[in-house]
Nanobody, 126 residues
Framework: QGQLAESGGGSVQTGGSLRLYCTTS????????MGWFRQLPGKERELIAT????????YVIESVSDRFTISQDRAKETTSLQMNSLKPEDTAMYYC???????????????????WGSGTQVTVSS
């Protein structure tokens, strides 16, 4: 059916910035709820940010809301996660995810998402 694909990951020094992209294909984009997750080494996958493809308010978890921003290009049916002031503890695999209906909550858990990209690695060194 549809596919999600992340890009933009890589290695960066502490304090650097990266912008991650999630490209969608094969979906009715405006029927999706889109999220970004990350999985730190040895830890559970955690929600980072959510955006309503139909134009609702976005959401970024409080712990990174001062440094990360989620946005979308609705014409290109693509979301992005801007990450500034990166720290070594941000090192993780970052995933784009979606559910096949509109967001009913900004804090949907990982188990709720049915569509996943394969992930993009972000490594932050000192």
């Amino acid at each position: 059916q549809g596919q999600l694909a992340e890009s933009g990951g890589g290695s960066v020094q502490t304090g650097g910035s990266l912008r991650l992209y999630c490209t969608t294909s094969g979906y009715y984009y405006r029927r999706l709820c889109m999220g970004w997750f990350r999985q730190l080494p040895g830890k559970e996958r955690e929600l980072i940010a959510t955006i309503d493809t139909a134009g609702g308010s976005d959401y970024v978890i409080e712990s990174v809301s001062d440094r990360f921003t989620i946005s979308q290009d609705r014409a290109k049916e693509t979301t992005s996660l801007q990450m500034n002031s990166l720290k070594p503890e941000d090192t993780a695999m970052y995933y784009c995810a979606a559910v096949l209906y509109r967001c009913y909550s900004p804090k949907l858990s990982a188990v709720t998402y049915t569509e996943w990209g394969s992930g993009t690695q972000v490594t932050v060194s000192s």
